[in-house]
């Protein structure tokens, strides 16, 4: 079977109704795995799920609330009822910058809302795969993958985004350090940082004649990523080859680099 055949393989997705986790999803799915789509909107989720109905592997969808762990848990009961384990998963959900005033305008409750809408998700998700993937390593099947995604803030910064690029720092952090701990179960652990990514936030960018002009020629590819750039990368992530890599992030600006 080659490295990159996900057959049998179970992903759960949050987030994964729309832009970047869409094409994770998809992606996955066309290469035979097995995929769960958590999100708020059950709307969404079964349109999400509905655009890979053809594809190689089984989608289902379910509401789940991934700042809350009870939502989590039961989420999670749920798709192992359904597909008998989770080998996977893909934590897409949170939020942007949140306005952009100044660090010392902000107050507790927008600095509270940004860290649990960003790293609770993350945390409850992660929390919930990796007790099952290494309980599944105890009995003689050592497999597991734990992908989020990240922010180019998270390694250079943002200005009056500070804390927006706080909370993503904060996931490599945890992805890194889950890299380290899990490695025994055969678990590894990643994080996506998206650049230059064609999506709904970033369609109106090409209407700005300045930005064509003057940043385009910037970006080292000249292009927009699309969001199956991140869905192959979600493949080799999932499949065995990705041993190799782990507490990795892979940044992506119309092509990948690792480091």
Known sequence: MSIFDLSGRVAVITGGNGGIGLGIAQA??????????????????????????????????R?????????????????????????GCFANAGIGGGGRRAFID???EEWRTMFATNLDGVFHVF?????????????GDAFGR????????????????????????????????LGVELARHGVTANAILPGWIKSDMTAGIMANDKFV??????????????????????VYLMSKASSYHTTDCFVIDGGYTAF
């Open 28 to 61: 996955l799915n066309a290469a035979g795995c097995n995929v769960s789509i958590w999100g708020r909107n059950a709307e969404k989720n079964k349109a999400a799920a509905a655009t890979m109905a053809a594809g190689a592997g089984k989608v289902d969808s």
């Open 63 to 87: 509401i789940c609330d991934v700042s809350n762990a009870a939502s989590v848990q039961d989420a999670m009961k749920v798709t192992l009822d359904t597909f008998g384990r989770v080998d």
């Open 106 to 108: 902000r107050t507790e």
């Open 127 to 139: 929390q919930a795969a990796a007790r099952h993937m290494t309980e599944r390593a105890e009995a």
């Open 146 to 177: 734990l992908v989020a995604t990240s922010s180019l803030a998270s390694l250079f910064g943002t200005a009056r985004n500070e804390h927006y690029a706080g909370t993503k720092a904060a996931i490599n952090a945890l992805v890194r350090a």
């Open 213 to 234: 002009a003057n940043v385009m020629p910037r970006i080292p590819v000249r292009r927009f990523g699309e969001p199956s750039d991140f869905g192959g990368i979600a």
